[in-house]
């Protein structure tokens, strides 16, 4: 329990230094909002009207201040690019959109790379590994934005199982906005999938050759005994670490692949606000994507005390 | 009557590419139903290899050329997966050297001990968990309830080898192979499992097949003993027939004792001087945690005079190793004078060659370096005194070209020690230098050691737990437990007239001592020995930070010594104890 609220305070921490490091860094960057909203034509006195209209004037720890009382309250502001949207209301619209991505993703790469990882460690050497290695090979080495053109290619365009560009919001219709969503799923998850089939069968490997996995055998298990009822529960320990980052990527949002798939997500919320310095809005997604990421992280660290029991008292 | 096991034939090979590997050649041998077998032989000898086999354990790559292995009349190697596995764990059992790694991390100890009963039976939950606690009982673990729900990082190794042990024994085979259970624990523990193992062996009537390196505990536990030298059996006979008429000659070898020791009359001038010596760690949790201070050394006051080798004696844990960091000032939290006489340099030999020579030098290389240090630049002369330190250590000048991994443990010992030498080193301090090397080649490197300080006036700080080779090798003692010490003389007096409850109790320990006393050749066990002596029952006890160091371990300690830290007690010729017994009341 200590521990938990030490962990908190840590989490914390991070994020205020992270919003903070954010915040100051735009404010660093020539050529501010008020230059963006009125364009180049505008005249110094427009400027500064509009720089005081808009706090831009304060000194930064001030308007950091301000930013940060607001963001506690879930309000991150109004939106540079598009004059009376609030960031939130930007964000409501494509956050849904990411995180259902993800975790249709989350979901695939879940249901194959953990049995595969672990066949691929049963029979290691036979066929069925050697014809997986190749293949996560391949995965892997095929770039994202070319993966999710070959995607859109066979599925999209040769088997029409989904209209390319043809994307339905969630709140309209869930069914069609997740048949539309698989395929980009699909794109995030293989190179995500080849990477913890790998990372799975070599840490079942290199469990499988300690001591406690020869006493287990010296008991009387079979193969099967043994790999689950002693080493899955040890080569699990620093997949789940593998797993956590892997998470922690999806969920910021792929960017190409939404890209790709014209998906209206976080990531292409991103590219478009930084290309427009919509500031608030890239603020609000660096904090969403840090706090993710600190989450996460604080539930791996709640899921080692679990699998782990040396580090529970330490 | 027929034997419980029978092995004829059997050759064993690991395929190597295109050559392979012969670690077991053609070997036969039996064992009958409730004796003591001890096999005995160097590491890679194949000694465990037949062993493996018979329980179905061999390393994957491993392959069985010919031979049969008879369990009960029964051919193994003729048998189902299946059937095999009905015999392991129920009718054979195994207990191996590192307590430390053979149990799984994180599973709780009662769920590993009752493992093999719900594999091999159908007996219902509760029952289970009745012969688990039951079973964690006769293996002294008296508070067997409660760890029943502990992990094995929690326990000592000593307490996991006898985890091990419960777990073997919970079925009750009728065969119990324990490959060098007692290796890689501290002496009196090692005893202590020992007299465990004998137990078992007493009650149960179970057959054991004990394999060692170590010939003092084969010597100790076994009625019959098998030689094996290069994946062949090379003699057998009952244990006193081999040793007492050894004929093959590697098995003379094996029992030839250690070096006789030079005489020192430890009249030199002090070379290290270490006063109140008080050493510490820093620790600090976390980011926010508080900063703390883990005493590992205290109050320690000890010389070494030029010339002398002082042996320091301790179980693991005891701050031998940091004593030696301290002294060559590698580790700076200290009080109290740390007083290095003017050239010594004081340089060190690790227990580990393999680890402790950069693995991507070559030998020549490794030698040069202390000669670069003391600035000599002239690369003909390197090479010329590293050839001749080569030939010193008794390798020779073709060595220079080789990297670690080319030589055997007891070549890269040599290259240490060499490496010590040629900084010019007068204060040699060598932690554990023989505990990872074969009982043949331990005796090789104590005999260069003995005539490096014998041709060099060497000062050496030996340091080892295992008090076997301290006597060969030592003049003077020093016995540290948790960080302080105990007991200090001349070698002679400790070691014949111990005065220190916890020198006692090491010495009771030493496995060839306890062989040799049963023949009535050495002394006897001190009064009270046996099982309850030797802490088979696990009693804890909490003394004042202030009191006696050894007062939870004590069978000697009184009310007073849980309070107060005993003063030293000069026996007269430099022999000292700290103990209240040697006080006036």
Known sequence: MKLIIRKLITLIITLLVISFLSFAAFSLIPGDAALTRLGQDATPQQLAALRAEMGLDDPLPERYADWLAGALRGDFGESYRYEGTTVASLLSQRLPVTVLLAVLSLIMITAVSLPLGIACARYSGKWLDILVNQLTQLAMAIPPFFLGMILTYVFGLTLRWFQPGDFTQPSEDLAACL????????????????????????????????????????????ENGVLYGHVLGNAMIPVVTFFAMVIAEILAGSIVVEQVFSVPGVGRLLISSISDRDYPVVQAIVLYVAAATVLINFAVDLLYQLLDPRVREA | MQPLVEINNLSIRFPEGESSFDAVKKISFTVGAGEILGVVGESGSGKSMSALALMGLLPRDAEVVSGEIRFRGQDLLAMTDAERRRLRGQEMAMVFQEPMTSLNPVMKIGKQVGESLRLHTDLPAREIRERTVAALREVGLADAEAICERYPHELSGGMRQRVMLAQAMITSPSLLIADEPTTALDCVVQAQILELLKKIHRERGTAIVFISHDLNVIREISSRVLVVWKGQIVEEGSTKEVFSSPRHEYTRRLIASYPAREPQDGKGKPVLRLRDLDVWYETRRGLFGKKGKKQVIRGVSLTAREGEILGIVGESGCGKSTLCKTILGLHNRYAGTVEVADGAR????????AGSLNPARTVGWILEEPLRLRGISDREERKRLVASMLKEVGLDASFAGRRPRELSGGQRQRISIGAALLMDSRLLIADEPVSALDVTVQSQILALFARMHRERKLTILFISHDLNVVRSLCGRIAVIYRGEIVEEGRADDVYEHPAHPYTKLLLASVAGRRAAGEDGRGPERPEGAGEAFLGLTDQKTERAPEGCVFFDRCPERCASCRDKRPDPTDLGGGHTFRCRRGQPA
């Open chain 2, 346 to 353: 004081p340089q060190m030999v690790f227990q580990d060659p």
């Open chain 1, 179 to 222: 048949s539309y969503l698989a395929f980009p799923a699909l794109a995030v998850a293989l190179p995500k999938i080849a990477m913890v089939v790998r990372f799975l069968r070599g840490s079942v490997l290199s469990e499988m050759g300690k001591d406690y996995v020869r006493t287990a055998f010296s008991k009387g298990n079979s």
